[in-house]
């Protein structure tokens, strides 16, 4: 079954990459490199050392970012969905934060603090924790009372509810903020260091920007797009395979 999605995904890529260098090389332009120009600025850029450097600093960003959001944003929205008093006190905060735009908070912390690493990561955050915190809310509101009078009537530990009664349940609504969440970051770090950072993806693109390098731009972009493919099918997917199979396990108790 997963060899068979992965291979669905290969022939949407081999297919993409077809009509890519149909369309320019009808177009013949620049501003249009056909895919073996991409791949020769890929290659150029990898043995100039350029490309694995700049990735693995996007990537320890995005890293970064990714696990204080979800650890800040999952207790938020837990405590939101389980206690009716900080959901009135925090949803108008969250409602706020949700709609702010992203580049907007990327802007004011970069003239609060500076040009700094702390508030680029901040940035990413920020942007990143509501949509987690609304999400693990509604996993909060959705706990079995039974299972909870159950962890009660046994006496249960802290440690043996938490890995017991509440994990499994919130488990789907994690992997589910997890792929959102990872969608998310992604784009807005490359925002965050193509706005303000001199290093990672995002600058390197800032660059090739300045001198209409489209080849460049692309070699880039298809780097890190294999990068996030490569973690949606080697970590997402398996991840989210075992949250279906507990949800359907919990369906036929």
Not at 133 to 142: I, N, Q
Not at 199 to 227: C, E, K, M, N, P
Request: proline share 4%.
């Amino acid at each position: 079954m997963k060899i068979g999605r992965m291979g669905d995904q290969v022939i949407a890529f081999v297919c993409l990459l077809s009509i890519w260098w149909v369309i320019a090389t009808l177009v013949s332009s620049p501003l249009l490199p056909a895919p073996a120009d991409v791949f020769s600025a890929l290659n150029k850029e990898w043995h100039e050392q350029r490309l694995l450097e700049s990735l693995m600093v996007t990537l320890r960003r995005v890293l970064i970012s990714f696990i204080f959001a979800m650890l800040l944003g999952g207790l938020l929205g837990v405590l939101m969905g389980r206690f009716s008093l900080v959901n009135r006190i925090l949803d108008p905060i969250l409602i706020i934060l949700l709609n702010i735009p992203a580049l907007v908070v990327i802007i004011l912390l970069y003239i609060w603090f500076g040009l700094i690493e702390v508030a680029a990561v901040a940035a990413v955050i920020i942007n990143k924790l509501p949509n987690v915190a609304v999400t693990l809310r509604e996993g909060g509101r959705m706990f079995d009372h039974e299972l909870e009078e159950m962890s009660i009537m046994y006496r249960f530990s802290f440690r043996q509810k938490l890995l017991h009664v509440w994990w499994p349940q919130l488990f789907p609504y994690i992997m589910i903020a997890t792929r959102s969440g990872l969608a998310l970051i992604w784009k807005i770090v490359l925002v965050v260091e193509l706005l303000g950072r001199s290093d990672g993806v995002g600058f390197q693109l800032h660059l090739a920007f300045q001198l209409f390098d489209v080849a460049t731009i692309l070699a880039y972009s298809f780097a890190f797009i294999l990068v996030v493919q490569f973690i949606e099918w080697f970590i997402l997917q398996p991840l989210d395979r075992n949250a279906s199979r507990w949800q359907k396990g919990a369906g036929h108790v």
